[in-house]
């Protein structure tokens, strides 16, 4: 019996071109030489600031803009002008330049050989740093993995920070996370994942939870642009937009994903920001070198979140200096010349250069303050390894492997427990050994 479709035993379209697919492709590989003048840069102070209360639908140009204040000159110009004190921008200037000495230390205890993995923020410490000081202390946040600079700027202990990266006695995760996936309830950081967004979710279903409640905190969350990819971040993007959830959406475009760059996440088509636009809900994209463009940008969406306006998504134009972790080689993927040539610059330099700028800073006192900050990060190294680093020894009682998940302890997990003693008790090893 002959199909009823009229094309159903015919040839294919031979005068059709055939089907291509585009595999994004980064601009520079290793040994070529590096030009980012194709990045628009637009002039400081350029981007409109409407008001908390407009509708999102009234600013959807902003997700494709750069929001700037700070000019090539070190000047703070235009609506998103967040006009902070001196002592205020000095005080971002600290927690900044306390970030990458602790980043440097504690990289150089990875190579040394005292921690299994270490991950800097190198160029990128406004983005978390800028965003703790427009946020209310008591904001949750929940972070990816390269914003211990929320930690840094909310005054945490360098000391218990270290102790968790080294998993020791004094680790309060019980040697149980991956170094560097810090967890600080009473600072407002909720547990690191290693898993790609699953902290976005999370931070919706808080934000739903404070707004159920009546309460007045609202949550802020982070995810690099390649796992804007996933499906956690467009579920959180449905139920925070249906619900109009008090939260704000960070995405941090460093330009690279581990070894694959921005393109495959989306780049080449559309900004970040844009993913705002499909789901109806505020957008943004920040210069993120920019501490104060970063500052203005969390305190206006922060506004909007505890007005009832619904979330707001950042997009963070920003690049990562460093290696994803230490255990990447980026010479491997990028060209060399790529992180001195990002046309943005370095977000601790732009605002020294600022405060020089403007008569409240200078660079003896820059260089005062690197050294002194450098003690101090030294110091609190010398404390946290009285309690042991990692590789050096079991550092928490076997038998609290299994506590910390369930509330009581199933019965198979129980049995399963008192094998795994048995077996260190017979293989002769003193798993008893209280740390």
């Known amino acids: 019996m002959a ?51 407009d509708k999102a639908s009234d600013f959807t140009d902003l997700a494709y803009t750069l929001v700037r204040v700070l000019d090539d000159e070190g000047n703070a110009v235009g609506p998103w002008d967040p006009k902070l004190s001196p002592d205020m921008l000095r005080r971002m200037l600290r927690s900044m330049a306390l970030l990458r000495a602790f980043d440097e230390r504690m990289f150089r205890a990875q190579r040394q050989g005292k921690t299994s993995f ?25 972070p990816s993995y390269r914003q211990q600079g929320l930690l840094i700027a909310r005054g945490w202990s360098l000391v218990d920070m270290m102790n968790q990266i080294y998993s020791n006695t004094a680790d309060r995760l019980g040697g149980k996370q991956l170094p560097i996936m810090y967890s600080v309830k009473e600072a407002g950081f909720f547990s690191i994942s290693g898993n790609l967004t699953t902290q976005y979710p999370q931070a919706v279903g ?41 939260v704000i959406f960070n995405v941090v475009n460093n330009q690279w994903a581990i070894s694959s760059f921005s ?31 970063v500052y203005a940008a969390t305190q206006w969406a922060a506004e909007r979140a505890r007005t009832n306006q619904g979330p707001t998504l950042i997009e963070h134009f920003t690049y990562r ?34 405060l020089i700028a403007i008569g409240e800073w200078d660079d003896e006192r820059h260089a005062a303050q690197d050294k002194e900050l450098a003690e101090q ?29 369930f509330e009581e302890l199933p019965w198979h997990l129980k049995e399963q427990r008192q094998q795994m003693l048995d077996e260190e008790t017979a293989s002769g090893r003193p798993w008893d050994r209280k740390a």
Request: net charge negative; with cysteine.
């Open 3 to 53: 199909s009823e479709h009229p094309r159903a035993d015919s040839q294919p379209l031979r005068n059709l071109p055939g089907l291509t697919l585009h595999v994004p492709e980064p601009k520079f590989r290793p040994g070529d030489p590096v030009d980012f003048a194709e990045v628009d840069v637009p002039p400081a102070g350029q981007a409109r600031r409407p008001d908390t209360a």
């Open 118 to 142: 270490y991950m800097k923020a190198l160029g990128e410490e406004a983005v978390a740093v800028a965003a703790a000081y427009a946020l209310d202390y008591e904001d949750m946040c929940f």
């Open 206 to 246: 808080w934000a739903m939870a404070s707004a159920a409640k009546g309460d007045t905190r609202i949550a802020a969350t982070w995810c690099g642009e390649g796992s804007t990819a996933e499906g956690d971040f467009h579920s959180a993007c449905t139920f925070a937009a249906v619900y109009r959830a008090p």
């Open 263 to 293: 393109g495959f996440a989306g780049a080449e088509a559309t900004t970040f920001a844009a993913r705002a636009v499909g789901y109806g809900i505020a957008g943004l994209r920040v210069d993120g070198n920019d501490a104060l463009a």
């Open 321 to 354: 200096a460093e290696g994803h972790s230490t255990s990447d080689d980026p010479g491997q993927y990028r060209s060399e010349g790529e992180p001195n040539a990002w046309p943005l610059g370095d977000p601790i330099k732009r605002l020294k250069d600022h």
């Open 377 to 405: 990060v030294k110091a609190a190294q010398k404390e946290a390894e009285k309690n042991g680093i990692l590789g050096h020894g079991l550092h928490q009682p076997l038998e609290s492997l299994f506590d910390g998940v």
